[in-house]
């Protein structure tokens, strides 16, 4: 079993930067992929950034250039560096970690909002 704690979020101004990161704890030798994924009201929940346990990363094309996903794997951890918000940006963001197994686990989610 994995627990994904988060960190981070709030209201900044467009143009402005904030950091996200998620710890995880349990039975983190389950862990190949950790990332994070975004889900506003009436929408489905999408991928935002995700990097896998040999460091591949994928970016949605939407923070390409703004955003950059980082991880620690000793701890683990993974951390969103989310830079020139734009009000687009504006979700819940959820940690995930899908397990070698394929099991998908997620945070708790935490709100970002960015104002115009």
């Known amino acids: 079993q994995l627990q994904l704690v988060e960190s981070g979020g709030g209201l900044v101004q467009a143009g402005e930067s904030l950091r996200l990161s998620c710890a995880a704890e349990g039975d983190i030798r389950l862990i190949n992929v950790m990332g994070w994924y975004r889900q506003t009201p009436g929408k489905s929940r999408e991928l935002v950034a995700q990097?896998?346990?040999?460091?591949?990363?994928n970016y949605a094309d939407s923070v390409k250039g703004r955003f950059t996903i980082s991880r620690d794997n000793a701890k683990p951890k993974v951390s969103l560096q989310m830079s020139s918000l734009e009000p687009e940006d504006t979700a819940v963001y959820y940690c995930t970690a899908i397990t070698w197994g394929m099991r998908n686990y997620w945070g708790q989610g935490t709100q970002v909002t960015v104002s115009s």
């Open positions: 990097i896998s346990s040999g460091g591949s990363i």
